[in-house]
């Protein structure tokens, strides 16, 4: 199966926009942002400015992720280009979930390598109703303006602005703050494996908190796109390097050991790590907003998703292969040279601390809407001074959601589990029902009927993924 094919594959299934429509919703989404008030005082004038090819300059837009700050204290979004939303959304695709792939081809054999894919068609084209919802048609134009910046704002729309944002904050914040907590406890557990010293786990949890205290001087998602991109080079290095050594063993692949059938008792392990590696919802409103060219969000979606379906699925099933029944629930257990062992687990400590910085920030943003958007809009003054750069009090209350995270990923006793019971929750809300049901709402008039049916089909699949997953 080659990468062009993936695509292919993604374009017959998912619908994308026409150059022109791609054109008209750009040039419509900066005329109603260029019309809106800049610091509350003055209008902007209400002329199209020259966004060819569906480009947009950098212009005020309130608190948003990617943003930073004008010399008057109002935030500005710092666009950002399509590689950059492209690595983001690999950093939260390709997680960490990769080491336990193999285990779920242990429990779910050839159905959990179908899933591997089937989960990477269907959360893009969540993904993509998510980000429809952001925007209405003009009935005069038939151009498409962009309405709402967040997942947020689409819930109100649904739901009513007084239970909406209370629910899906809260979820998103669970789960950014829960992902982060499992990026520290795993840096300690690898450390702990491949260092053996008289240091206990909690001292190595303690000193990898260390290395992600800065990111809260993190402004704006350009810097999260780098950071995002390193995770990206150290998650390929894992893959070449596990998978020339199972390339290595190719005489001895157990081939008899994949499974056709589906066992009732273990099939649900495998289907919660699959379901559970692709969810990056929460970034997309913010992601797509960000772009410097919005009409290419679709495409990134495509290869993003393509690309982690065939390499998830090829690493998944080349490393069960090597170890058959053998395979551990992390597949790093299963090699028999230390330091080869060492040097992949050094790696992934590597590939989760970079991977911390983009749901940290998240969640950072995600406070900062509620509660410091300045007087009278939120209870307190924005983080940012007039200068452009935080006030040292922000400073602090950016790192305490770090030394958060470190005291939860330290004296929490069986986290995975409450991670496991919580998460499978609010995963399947923000990536599997939520969405369709959002789409469904708003967009019910102009929804075939089929595309309908399919909407509730995947809201019924990921309900029941949720309960499976707390079983």
């Known amino acids: 199966m080659s990468f062009s094919m993936d695509l292919r594959f993604f374009r017959r299934i998912l619908p994308s926009y026409s150059d022109e429509e791609t054109v008209n919703f750009a040039k ?39 943003q930073s ?30 080491v336990a792939l193999p285990y779920a081809v242990l429990h779910g054999g050839y159905w959990s390598l179908f899933f591997l894919l089937f989960a990477a068609v269907i959360t893009c084209y969540t993904g ?40 899906v904050y809260t ?5 950014l703050i829960m992902t982060c907590i499992l990026y520290l406890v795993l840096c300690g557990d690898l450390m702990d494996s491949t260092i053996k010293t008289s240091f206990p786990l909690k001292s190595w949890t303690i000193i990898c908190c260390f290395f992600v205290l800065p990111c809260a001087f993190l402004i704006n998602l350009k810097a999260v796109s780098r950071l995002s991109f390193g995770c990206t080079v150290a998650h390929i290095i894992i893959n070449v390097v596990i998978l020339g050594y199972c390339l290595t063993k190719a005489n001895n692949w157990q081939w008899k050991e994949v499974d056709y059938r589906i066992s009732i008792h273990d099939f649900p392990v495998s289907l919660g790590i699959v379901i559970f590696s692709y969810t990056s919802h929460i970034f997309l409103p913010t992601l797509e907003g960000s772009m410097s060219n919005r009409g290419e969000f679709k495409k990134m979606m495509y290869w993003t998703h393509a690309a982690a379906g065939f390499f998830k699925m090829l690493f998944a099933y080349l490393c069960f292969l090597v170890w058959g029944r053998d395979t551990s629930d992390v597949i790093t257990e299963n090699l028999t040279s230390e330091m080869f062992k060492g040097f992949v687990n050094i790696f992934l400590v590597i590939k989760a601390l970079l991977s911390y910085p983009l749901p940290y920030y998240a969640a950072v943003e995600l406070l900062e809407r509620a509660l410091f958007q300045g007087m009278p809009t939120t209870p307190f003054p924005s983080c940012f001074a007039q200068d452009g750069y935080l006030h040292v009090w922000a400073l602090f209350l950016r790192s305490l959601p770090i030394v958060f995270t470190l005291v939860l990923a330290i004296y929490i006793p069986h986290f995975g589990v409450l991670m496991g019971l919580i998460g499978s929750f609010t995963g399947t809300m923000l990536s599997f029902v939520w969405p369709c ?6 967009k019910w008039d102009v929804t075939p009927w089929y595309y309908k049916v399919f909407h509730i089909l995947i809201m019924i699949t990921g309900a029941a993924c949720g309960s499976i997953g707390r079983v």
């Open 128 to 167: 993509l109703l998510l980000v429809e919802c952001l925007y209405d048609v003009d009935p005069v134009t038939g151009e498409k303006i962009r309405v709402r910046e967040t997942y947020v704002e689409i819930a109100q729309e649904v739901w009513g602005a007084r239970f909406a944002a209370r629910i």
């Open 171 to 175: 979820a998103q914040f669970i789960e």
């Open 28 to 66: 419509a989404d900066q005329i109603e942002m260029m019309t809106q008030k800049v610091n509350g005082t003055a209008d902007m004038k209400h002329s199209e400015p020259d966004t060819p090819n569906g480009h947009l300059p950098s212009y005020d837009s309130g608190v948003s992720l990617g």
């Open 437 to 442: 049901w959002f789409h469904l709402k708003i």
């Open 69 to 98: 700050t004008s010399n008057t204290g109002t935030p500005v979004r710092k666009p950002i280009s399509t590689w950059d939303a492209g690595w983001n959304v690999t950093n939260a695709i390709q997680g960490m979930f990769l």
